[in-house]
């Protein structure tokens, strides 16, 4: 496939020319992969690029990206190039490094232990694929998790608001009717989880969702 080929199909595919040029290619790429996941052009580092022998030096430079989201490793890409002497364009393959700031853990925890988060900038890939956790909200341990490990729900889960076995009112509504009986959770939640409780009088297992009074509605209201 030639080149303005290659470009027009990614194109089709959902990419499309950046329509800023730059005076290097790596800061063409840079600019172009940035402005796509709306990050900063610091968090950006390429890699592994070359160019055809006797490329003119005194061009400018812009990318036409694949049409799928970049998540790093080596990027097929399209490059174009303008310049007095005379213009051109290839497909080129450079690595492609993203960073940001992610959750790691400020200190050992055992399993079903609080995690002390902090947020330090890193390579994107040491999360191996999984997705960071927000850390604005509590998180405990799966598994030991060491000191500077990043975090994600493989290692961690949320801090439950009430935890499985607690002894909790369960409210059923009814017009203007109100009827409360007590129940065993029968997992952990979160406010505003749908949970499965057991009626300890009638030992018929139920589900409802979980209030911020610590009650678990039935049905609606």
Partial sequence: ?????????????????????????????????AARLSMAEADVEISDLTLP????????????????????????????????SGGGSWRVRPGVRLYGLVPVAAAE??????VPIRLERLPLDVLRGGEPVDA?????????VEAGEPLTPSLVRLV??????????VVVRRGGLEVRCDA?????ARYGDAVPVLNLVTRARLAGVLQTDGSVLLGGS
Avoid at 1 to 23: D, E, I, K, S, Y
Avoid at 109 to 114: I, S
Avoid at 136 to 144: F, G, I, M, N, Q
């Fill in 109 to 114: 925890a055992l399993a079903g232990a609080p």
């Fill in 184 to 188: 065993q959770l029968q997992a952990d």
């Fill in 53 to 84: 022998a006797g490329a003119p030096a005194d061009g400018d430079y812009r990318v036409v990206l694949p049409g799928y989201r970049i998540h790093g490793g080596h990027v097929p890409l399209g490059l174009e190039l303008r310049a007095a």
């Fill in 136 to 144: 604005t909200l509590p998180w405990e341990a799966r598994v030991t």
């Fill in 160 to 169: 439950p608001d009430v935890r499985e076995g607690a002894i909790v009112p």
């Fill in 1 to 33: 496939m030639g080149t303005t080929a290659l470009l027009g199909l990614l194109a089709l595919l959902g990419g499309g020319a950046n329509p800023t040029w730059a005076a290097t290619p790596e800061a063409a790429i840079r600019t172009a992969i």
